[in-house]
């Protein structure tokens, strides 16, 4: 009789030794499940977020097909490091315009007045502020620093390892892009040295739908579509475009952007 329970009880542990295996198997193979709605996630998820959809371009990661690191313009990148960038305790420099146009010229940079002013505000700041937003959204130091556009209105010039941002001298006007993007995280998985973000994405111009901003049309949902619909999870999860984001973990812990692409 023992013998018959001490069988037992050793089968037992041997099936409960595989399942242990098959537990293991599982999670790495489909990773740690993270909270969607926590500070890291969120905000890895922003680091391409930006409250103009025409800055920087804006979800560029959000493209036809998959986008890394190499397909992005210098130009881009900056402008992104510039948005995430920590600017509250910069210098601000006020500059006497040039009374026969709108025009300040400060050490041979350009830049427009304040509106109803006469004079530019500039902020100056450590070219090293934009190297560690850079860092912390890519993680890779810059190759090339170089003057850049911070949105449709402001630029930054580059000089003796400072950057002067004000109003920029040419204005970009975006015509008929009344656009407006919906996105929702579907879920968020830890798998050995990386973070991938699953998501689902719509972009809504002129009553249709397209599944990245390069404009490519879903007809799906464009067809389930109209004004009074709307868009909240449900509809995002059956007719919106799926994404995965992945971020790769650094040598201190945190996580830098490494591709985005549809699935």
Known sequence: MKKDISTIIDKLLIVLAILGIVIIGVRVLTGKKLDPESEQITELYNYFNIDSLSACNSLKNYTNKKIDYENLSTEIKLCLAYQKANLNDVEVETINGNKKDELCNY????????????????????????????????????????????????????????????????????IGNDSYIYRSIKKAVEKSSKIV???????????????????????????????????????LKKYGTKYKHTYMKNADGTYSWISSEPI
């Open 107 to 174: 050490d041979d940079m350009i830049f427009r007045k304040d509106e109803k002013s006469n004079n530019c505000t500039v902020k100056i700041f450590d070219k090293k502020i934009i190297d560690d937003s850079y860092k912390k959204i890519f993680g890779k130091n810059i190759e090339n620093n170089e003057s850049f556009n911070a949105d449709d209105l402001h630029i930054c010039y580059l000089k003796n390892d400072k950057y002067y941002c004000g109003l920029s001298e040419t204005i970009k006007y975006t």
């Open 197 to 235: 973000i699953y998501d689902y994405f719509i972009k809504i111009n002129n009553n249709e739908c397209y599944s990245d901003v390069n404009g490519t049309l879903n007809e799906k949902c464009t067809q389930a579509y109209d004004k009074d619909t709307k868009i909240d999870i449900r509809f």
